[in-house]
């Protein structure tokens, strides 16, 4: 197969992304531009996320950004090969936009369109980076709507060993952040704030660790982040030791869940993916796990952690290199279980 250029759409939630990777047979796949847009801005007001607001604000950004993408490339619409999307899981009307441009661009060129899994999506991006992870792996997908441990023994070929039964761990954060009056996005608020706390002043449950299995829990984080925030003097201090306690509990918590998994699982290579893998604590932790136990933990490049045009062009684009296609109807699925997709032959 000669080499191609995927252009990537991601418009699963709250970011806009547009990405042009370029595939060559026998080489790995490099990206080569690549324009995001997030709504954080438009949806603090509301303190989280309006559907029909982002659907409306993905019309608006797709097309400006995908003539980003391309002018930052140097190439022309007509060099497109393909078009990737994400197909789901997401909002029903933010993916809808998503799938109607890249099924009309791909009708418009006569090229072939590809609908894309967004956990997939996660799950490949570290192939974008310098050091790729080889199969097999034990992957840990950890976002605000996601905390899934998988065995990935190749494209296509994953196997669930546990998830959370309540709350996703970004969800835990954002929640928590907002009990205690920090403002949206309450994540990356509470990550920071974190920096500042004493460690051992506050000292939180490590959930569902005292038993065998590889689910998670986080929901009752978020009951004694309450708690202790109502029980405490409220100083800009006391916020900051909370967070540090509590940011503490789910990074132990998810490394003991890793640990287990490697095991279980008889592999040596760990991959993060998802928003939360940009945790710097997280990353550290694991980071000097795997050192300490002799497994090696791979993490997608900051700007791949997020959703982003980038992940779903690289997995369209191996996709199409195993010789999947798709009909040019534009369906999406906001539920898509990760193990139904086939695998890459």
């Not at 497109?80 to 899981?89: E, M, Q, S």
């Not at 920071?192 to 005292?210: H, I, N, Y």
Request: charged share 20%; hydrophobic share 45%.
């Amino acid at each position: 197969m000669a080499g191609m250029n995927v252009l990537g759409v991601e418009t699963s939630c709250d970011e806009t992304g547009v990405a042009l990777v370029r595939s060559r047979p026998g080489e790995a796949p490099t990206l080569a531009a690549q324009a995001l847009h997030s709504q954080v801005e438009m949806h603090a007001d509301y303190g989280g996320v309006v559907p029909e607001l982002a659907s409306r604000d993905h019309i608006r950004r797709v097309l400006p950004l995908a003539r980003e993408a391309l002018r930052q490339a140097g190439a022309a619409v007509s060099d497109i090969d393909v078009v990737a999307y994400t197909r789901g899981p997401g909002l029903a009307g933010a993916l809808l936009v998503g799938a109607g441009v890249a099924c009309a661009l791909g009708a418009a060129l006569e090229r072939p369109v590809l609908g894309v899994h967004h956990l997939e999506g996660h799950l490949l991006s570290p192939f974008l980076s310098a050091d790729p992870p080889e199969f097999p792996f034990v992957a840990l997908l950890v976002s605000g709507g996601h905390t899934q441990l998988m065995r990935v023994d190749g494209v296509g070929r994953y196997e669930l060993l546990g998830e959370t039964i309540d709350d996703a761990a970004g969800e835990a954060f954002d929640k928590s952040a907002k009990l205690m009056g920090l403002p949206y996005p309450g994540g990356p608020a509470l990550a920071k704030l974190a920096e500042q706390g004493r460690p051992g002043v506050f000292r939180f449950s490590r959930p569902m660790t005292d038993r065998p299995g590889l689910d998670f829990s986080f929901s009752g984080l978020k009951t004694q982040v309450l708690l202790a925030w109502q029980q405490s003097d409220q100083s800009e201090q006391t916020r900051a030791d909370i967070a540090r306690a509590f940011e503490e509990a789910i990074v132990d918590t998810m490394i003991i869940k890793c640990r287990r998994a490697l095991q279980a699982a008889g592999a040596k290579r760990l991959v993060i993916a998802g928003g939360v893998g940009a945790n710097k604590r997280l990353r550290a932790e694991l980071a000097a796990a795997g050192e300490k136990d002799g497994f090696k933990t791979y993490f997608p490049r900051l700007a791949f952690c997020t959703d982003n045009g980038a992940m779903i062009a690289l997995a369209g684009a191996i996709r199409l290199a195993h010789g999947q296609h798709q009909d040019a109807s534009v369906q999406v699925f906001p539920r898509w279980d990760l193990e139904t997709l086939p695998p890459a032959m």
